[in-house]
Nanobody, 119 residues
């Protein structure tokens, strides 16, 4: 059974940085895409970034390009989201997600970690 456990959230001032971690377990993830989504109060969940576990290719939402970096550590089965130059509008619950390659929907989700950016 796939398990995704996020950590690293917290309270930070605008302009600061945080690094989120997602520990993945339950199977071999070499044929998976891993992603971060976020959901702010009163808003729908939105895509933030994704990375291919196979080759490390990445994609980002326009709102975080140049500020956030997604990466993976194959040995540790962990995916990271380095968030720099944080803004108050980045405040949200951040979720780690997984899907098999050549499928369209993310169907494995973590429990989420809160990120709060104060102005």
């Amino acid at each position: 059974q796939v398990q995704l456990v996020e950590s690293g959230g917290g309270l930070v001032q605008a302009g600061g940085s945080l690094r989120l971690s997602c520990a993945a377990s339950g199977r071999t993830f070499i044929s998976y895409m891993m992603a971060w989504f976020r959901q702010a109060p009163g808003k729908e969940r939105e895509f933030v970034a994704e990375v291919s576990w196979t080759n490390g290719n990445t994609a980002y939402a326009d709102s975080v390009k140049g500020r956030f970096t997604i990466s993976r550590d194959n040995a540790e089965n962990t995916v990271y989201l380095q968030m720099n130059s944080l803004k108050p509008e980045d405040t949200a619950v951040y979720y780690c997600a997984a899907r098999r390659i050549r499928t369209t929907g993310y169907n494995y989700w973590g429990q989420g970690t809160q990120v709060t950016v104060s102005s």
